[in-house]
C-alpha cells in the first residue's frame, strides 16, 4: 500500500491533536476514551548516505491497539458517481464566482469613480488597490508561464475537501511516518454513540449525506467545519441528498 | 501609496480584536500607537502616559503614528485608531492640539473610517484606564471629528471577530465606506 505521509496543511477543520486522537482511541459520538494497550515491535533498518558509508539501525515500533470491544469500526466513501458531480458543482461555482467578480469590478469601479473624494492621483491609486483587493480571488498570481495559479481555486479545494469529509477520511488512509501504529486503523464509535442501524457484522450502509452530517458533525470537535461554507452558501444544500456509503463492523480485539 | 482605512472607535469596541483578524485574512495592519507607547512609558520609573502628561503623550501618539503608518507596505492597510483620534483625546482632555498635527493634511489622509459600536462588556485592561463613563463620550467625539474633516464614519455593528472582519471587507468591496 502507497505510504501516505500526512502535512499540517492537509487538515483543514480538524486540529493535529483530534485527528491524532481519532486515529488512536476517542469515539466520535462522545469524544471519550477506549482503553488501549501498546506493543512494541524492535527490528533493524539498513541505512546509507551519498558516501556509499552504509549500517543498520534499530528501531521501535508501538502498536496502540484498543482493547475495549463495545464500539464499532467504520469507514465511510463516496462513489465515482457522486464525486463526478462534486466536480461538475465545484465546476459551476468557479464560473460563477469569476462572473460574479468580472461583473461586480466594473460596478465598483463606476461607484468608486462618484464616490470617493480625493486627488485625482490618490483616486486613482485608491480604486486600482480596492479593485485589486476585489478581484484577489480570480487573480493569476503564478508568474508568467507556469501553471495558473488563482487563490479562489485553492479555497475551492478546501471546501469540497471538507465536503467530503477529508479530514476524517485521513483518519484511516493516513500512516503517518513516526513508527506509531493505531489500531484499529478506522474511525471508532460506542455502540451506545453509534445513531445508525445496529449490525452484528460487516456491512455497508447507504445513508443520505445529509443523515450522515447531522449525526457525525455534532461532536464539537468539527467547529471549523463551518467557516468556509459561510463564504459559499449553497454548497452543502446542492449534496445533502448524495448517498454516503458506510463500511461497519463490530470490533474484536485480536489478542496476541 | 498606501489606500488606509481607519478602525476605529470609543475604548473597548473590540478595534485591536478586529485588526488582528483582518491581519489573519492577509491584510496590512498599523497597530496602535497609543498602546504601545503606554506599554513603553509604563516601564519608566516617570513615564509619560495620558492621566500623567496629556499633551506630551499626545504629541509622541502623532509622531509614532506617523512613524508606523510611513513603515506599512502594501496597498490596502487598517490603521488600529487614525491621527484624527487624538484629536478627539485632545478636545477631550481640554488640551492645546500639539503642532505636528497641523502640518498632515487630515482630511485626505484616509479613504474611509470604519467606526465600531460598543461591545456588551467593556473591559479595562492596564493600558486601558478611561473609565466606562467616559467611554461612550470618546466614541461621540471620535466619530464627531471624522465627520467635521469630511469622513463618513461606517458603523459596525457587535458580531463575531470573523463576522466582523467580513462585513468591513463586504463593505469595501461594495464602495460603502466612502
Known sequence: MKEVVLQLSQLHFLSYKDFIDFQKDVCIGCNGHFNTRKEYKHYNISKSDCTGDCWTEEVTETTHSVTDTDFYRFTFGFSQEYQRQLRDIKQRLRERIFEERNNGAVSLREKLEQKLHLEPQQKKVAIEAILKDYLHDTTNLSHQGAREMYPLDHKLDVVFHNVLLGDLQLVWKNHNHTRERYEPQAIKSHTRCWSFQDVEAEAILELPYLEFYNSIMKNTRFAGYHTLFEEFPGVLEEVQQMPVQIEVKPYVYNRR | ?178
Open chain 2, 1 to 178: 501609496m498606501m489606500v488606509k482605512y481607519v478602525i476605529t472607535g470609543g475604548p473597548g469596541t473590540g478595534k485591536t480584536t478586529l485588526i488582528h483578524e483582518l491581519q489573519q485574512q492577509r491584510y496590512a495592519i498599523v497597530p496602535e500607537a497609543a498602546r504601545q507607547i503606554i506599554q513603553e512609558e509604563q516601564q519608566k520609573k516617570e513615564g509619560i502616559l495620558p492621566w500623567t502628561n496629556l499633551y506630551e503623550f499626545q504629541r509622541k501618539v502623532v509622531e509614532r503614528q506617523l512613524d508606523l503608518e510611513e513603515k506599512v507596505g502594501s496597498e490596502i492597510c487598517f490603521v488600529d485608531r487614525g491621527i484624527v483620534d487624538n484629536l478627539a483625546y485632545c478636545r477631550m482632555g481640554k488640551i492645546e492640539v500639539p503642532q505636528d498635527f497641523q502640518k498632515i493634511d487630515l482630511k485626505n489622509r484616509y479613504v474611509g473610517v470604519f467606526l465600531l459600536d460598543f461591545l456588551p462588556k467593556y473591559e479595562i485592561d492596564l493600558q486601558r484606564k478611561e473609565d466606562a463613563l467616559v467611554a461612550p463620550r470618546l466614541h461621540d467625539m471620535i466619530k464627531f471629528v471624522y465627520i467635521e474633516l469630511g469622513y463618513g464614519p461606517t458603523p459596525v455593528p457587535v458580531l463575531e471577530p470573523k463576522e466582523r472582519a467580513r462585513y468591513v471587507i463586504e463593505r469595501i468591496q461594495r464602495g460603502d465606506t466612502l
